[in-house]
């Protein structure tokens, strides 16, 4: 594992003595968390837990959670998986040390869970007591164009609500142990992802809310926890004065909200962009630098209604855009509380948010 030392070390505890803004990381494996920590991350800002699932020991489980067709095996299926996620929770708390560590419910598009061979249809179709071409025809009811405008995110808690109940319990079950091992305070983070309207991020609070109960009375452990949101389309950012009634902070996820908001893939090689850059059209790439114009007009609206509605809301930033100097400066203009990147870039998210201190302070000297 890499780490800062000598001259570097020095220089960035200057960096630190200036900063305001906090800089968490982006991290969901154990070696990533290990790695932020080492980098001077002060928390982790989002943990995808989807990454999780993908692992060879789960993702037959998995794929029986998203291809059964009730309740009762969706519940059979993450029985399974919850032990495996209790386990991710324990180690990255225990890394963490009593850090803020924001996890995110589950967010793929469910297609990229789908079997494709026609073995790994045959497990999973045995596994679930049915014949492989039933199992086929519900795959392909899963499959849509647009992925990622779909069924993923707070979507998939609404419909599937026995899935966010299976993490909010095994993060809370996580949280208990730790606390009972290591005597620290762990107080997470739940974080709702693709919110788009304040009553999708209340139902979902409530069950998690009753989980967090229902948890309590078996440890005899009472957790404090909060429960917030990633504001990551334009909708959420315009009513994020309904959705800081509920929610405790707010994560902005300028991946997507660039994505939505510009109308522009985020996963396709947008061959134009160079153009219009050149051009004079966009400022930057805005997949790298923050749109200003667009993109952080709606981010600034938002920390304004979510402060106004909910003083002191915690507001962060966990896109891509987290890493990005120009982006960091506009975030410390904002008045955000942290950053959050991959691990790799937290040394220059703690210099850029250092510059950008100093340049605020400046400006408001002059
Ligand atoms: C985002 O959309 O900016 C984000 C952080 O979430 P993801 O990249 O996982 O969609
Ligand atoms: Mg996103």
Not at 144 to 172: C, D, K, S, T
Not at 217 to 227: A, I, M, P, R
Not at 283 to 292: L, N
Request: glycine residues 8%.
């Amino acid at each position: 594992e890499p780490e800062l030392s000598g001259e570097f070390a020095t220089l960035m505890g200057w960096a630190d003595s200036v900063r305001r803004m906090k800089v968490r990381a982006n991290a969901e494996t154990p070696l990533d968390a290990r790695t932020a920590r080492n980098f001077g991350a002060e928390g982790i800002g989002l943990s995808r837990t989807e990454h999780m699932f993908f692992d060879a020991e789960r993702i037959v489980a998995v794929r029986e959670m998203i291809l059964s067709d009730d309740e009762k095996g969706r519940r059979a299926a993450l029985a399974k998986l919850l032990p495996m996620q209790r386990q991710d929770f324990v180690e990255l708390f225990t890394i963490m040390q009593g850090l803020p560590v924001t996890i995110r419910l589950l967010d793929p598009p469910l297609h990229e869970f789908l079997p494709h061979s026609e073995a790994e249809i045959a497990e999973v179709a045995q596994a679930l007591g049915v014949s492989a071409d039933k199992l086929k025809a519900r795959a392909h009811a899963l499959h849509e164009f647009n992925p990622m405008l779909g069924f993923r995110g707070v979507r998939l808690a609404i419909v599937y609500p026995e899935i966010a109940e299976m993490q909010a319990r095994a993060i809370f079950e996580a949280a208990s142990q730790v606390a009972k091992e290591t005597g620290e305070t762990i107080k997470p983070e739940i974080m709702v992802p693709l919110v788009m309207t304040s009553a999708e991020l209340d139902l979902t609070k409530a069950r998690i809310d009753a989980v967090a109960k229902e948890v309590a009375q078996e440890t005899g452990v009472t957790l404090d926890y909060y429960v917030g949101t990633m504001i990551e389309l334009p909708r959420a950012a315009l009513r994020a004065g309904d959705i800081a009634k509920t929610a405790e902070f707010f994560s902005f996820g300028t991946n997507d909200l660039t994505q939505t908001t510009l109308g522009i893939s985020r996963d396709d090689a947008s061959t134009f962009l160079g153009d219009y850059v050149a051009k004079g059209i966009l400022a930057t790439d805005p997949f790298v630098t923050i749109d200003r114009e667009g993109v952080g007009e709606l981010v600034a609206l938002a920390a304004r209604n979510g402060r106004e509605a909910r003083p002191g809301i915690k507001l962060g930033i966990c896109g891509e855009h987290g890493g990005d100097p120009a982006t960091i400066a506009f975030c410390e203009e904002t008045g955000l509380d942290y950053v959050s990147c991959s691990p790799y870039r937290v040394p220059i998210a703690r210099l850029a948010a250092a510059q950008a201190a100093l340049n605020v302070k400046a400006e408001g000297q002059a």
